[in-house]
């Protein structure tokens, strides 16, 4: 038989013997995608549990308007109403950016004391948290934080966020790459600092390998850290009371796959999060078109359907859990109204 085969083969022209190779190749190729397409497909098909809601704890980004002297009261007005009667315990108001040496200069948010006090006072229980953020090397030329002398700086700059009337500190540093020593070292100090003030230290973080050794896949051909393994980011989750895995630009090209690749991230996360650390799962209340990102695939009804997906099958239970909608100067009103239906 195999004889046979191969004088069959050789029987076959040049151009049609290589395309049957060709074929062969893109086929092996396409087979590892199909097979994780369905994989993500079959993450966002099943029957939602009515318990997997909001426990309570949601936060959204806030833009740095809030603090830099473009809002009015009327402007807090509207924000009270749009978290009026939802889930939202925290705003992370953008306060920064840190400088790259880690300080903070003052101009930089002359109405930020306005702003906690407008908000204690119309939202009581409702934190503010100072979101603190830059972009860091070595992908970029930015803040460094395997420099001691730059840790040093940046906590300085979170003290004086505190001394601001902020409730809490929420660290964005990007990208951070897995395994970064000076990251769980700044973590260390800022703990110390946030529990003498008696103040929740929050972080954001980029998203789980999805397959093992993919944040090293990344780094070697790309020079870009896209995602943390699930050691790190544990490492990471033991430092904080808050992370906030930032779950979209995916570059998922349909709702389906979008949601699914959400439910996958979250059941990662859950995976290993201890259970006293609250862990939000990020929507996309924004719009973008670009090759990381497609606008209609990735909705916030896509995440919360993923997230609630996950958080039923995986850890019903667990009450230290939430969403954070990002971002509020992009969320529309049917975003807020998603939010509010299909999580609220």
């Known amino acids: 038989m195999l004889a046979a085969a191969r004088r069959g083969w050789q029987g076959w022209s040049r151009w049609r013997r290589a395309g049957v190779i060709c074929s062969t190749v893109v086929a092996l190729l396409l087979a590892p995608v199909l097979a994780a397409a369905v994989a993500l497909r079959l993450e966002y098909a099943g029957e939602l549990s009515e318990d997997a809601r909001t426990r309570g704890r949601d936060a959204v980004w806030l833009g740095h308007a809030w603090v830099d002297g473009r809002k009015t ?15 939202i315990k925290d705003l992370f108001v953008h306060t920064g950016p840190l400088e790259h040496d880690g300080g903070l200069p003052a101009e930089l948010s002359p109405r930020a004391s306005w702003f906690t006090e407008a908000v204690h006072r119309q939202l009581p229980g409702v934190r503010v948290q100072s979101w603190l953020g830059d972009i860091v090397q070595p992908e970029f030329a930015g803040l460094n934080v395997e420099d001691p002398a730059v840790r040093d700086r940046v ?34 100090r800022t703990r110390a600092l946030s529990s003498t003030r008696q103040v929740p230290l929050s972080v ?24 943390w393994s699930q050691a790190y980011f544990a490492e990471v989750a033991r430092r904080v009371d808050q992370v906030a895995l930032m779950s979209y630009d995916t570059a998922m090209p349909t709702q389906s796959l979008y949601g699914g690749y959400v439910a996958h991230q979250t059941k990662l996360a859950l995976q290993v999060t201890p259970a006293q650390v609250d862990l939000l799962m990020g929507a996309p209340a924004f719009w973008a078109d670009d090759p990381g990102h497609h606008g209609d695939a990735e909705t916030v009804a896509a995440a919360l ?10 850890s019903p239970g667990r009450q230290t859990f939430g969403v954070a909608l990002y ?18």
């Open 204 to 227: 954001s973080a980029p998203q789980l390998d999805p397959l093992p050794g993919a944040h090293s896949v990344g780094i070697a051909l790309f020079d870009h850290g896209k995602w």
């Open 327 to 344: 971002v509020d100067f992009a969320a529309t009103p049917r975003d807020w109204a998603t939010y509010r239906r299909d999580w609220c």
């Open 155 to 188: 906590v300085t700059s979170a003290a004086k966020a505190l001394d601001l009337g902020f409730d809490g500190i929420h660290y964005d540093l990007e990208p951070i790459r897995s395994g970064s020593p000076g990251y769980l070292a700044l973590l260390d």
């Open 305 to 314: 359907r993923g997230i609630r997906l996950a958080l039923g099958r995986h």
């Open 73 to 87: 009261d009327a402007d807090i007005d509207r924000l009270a109403a749009l978290v009026s009667g939802t889930g």
